[in-house]
């Protein structure tokens, strides 16, 4: 169980990692779509490429994060019944669903995916958009993306089975100290009592 345990930290620590940056991405298809819209209402010209480029960049960061929003337990759910349940009941949810229902679909994504990525990659297929880019880079985001994310479901089981052996504590609850809203509020704070001093 240990050597699992190591695998699923280091999981953990890449998705981690691309999370703290995907966020780049989403920056750069706002700051293109801004200059797009710009250029457009300017100089009455653009190009698909931009319109595009949105696109794969939005595609990119949401596939390749997927497995940062399941380590982070962000994805919608609907717990009409599993919140009713005790926690070891909502952690055998989590179980069944990890092993019947999201690493079935991973593969199932995967067996399709990765051949659609090569076809597209070998055939050098381009955009059917007068001036569009070529596709295969966003094709690659497929399986990539599931990837992560089929290790990261891989990661959740191995912590849920760890927790019901009583070797870890519930990986279900969130790791962050304190959110975003709280540390803005405590930063105001500290902004207010330096102005109080040196005053």
């Not at 960049?57 to 994060?65: E, M, N, Q, T």
């Not at 069944?96 to 593969?107: A, D, K, N, Y």
């Not at 059917?128 to 992560?148: E, H, T």
Request: aromatic letters at 14%.
């Amino acid at each position: 169980m240990r050597a699992l345990l190591k695998f699923s930290n280091g999981v953990d620590w890449i998705n981690t990692q691309i999370g703290k940056y995907v966020i780049w991405l989403i920056m750069a298809s706002t700051v293109i779509s801004g200059v797009n819209a710009a250029v457009r209402k300017i100089f009455s010209t653009s190009s698909n490429a931009y319109l595009e480029v949105q696109w794969y960049l939005f595609a990119a960061s949401f596939l390749i994060a997927a497995g940062y929003t399941l380590l982070n337990n962000e994805h919608v759910r609907i717990d009409v019944v599993s919140s009713r349940l005790s926690k070891r009941g909502q952690i055998w949810v989590d179980i069944i669903g990890f092993t019947f229902f999201l690493t079935p679909f991973c593969l199932a994504i995967l067996y399709y995916g990765v051949p659609f990525f090569y076809r597209g990659l070998i055939s050098g297929e381009m955009s059917g958009n007068a001036g569009g880019l070529i596709r295969w880079p966003v094709y690659a985001m497929i399986p990539l993306g599931f990837s992560l994310l089929l290790l990261q479901c891989w990661s959740e089981l191995i912590k849920r089975i760890a927790f019901l052996k009583g070797l870890i504590e519930d990986p279900t609850v969130k790791k962050v100290d304190k959110t975003a809203e709280e540390e803005l509020a405590e930063a105001i704070r500290r902004l207010a009592e330096s102005k109080t001093t040196a005053a």
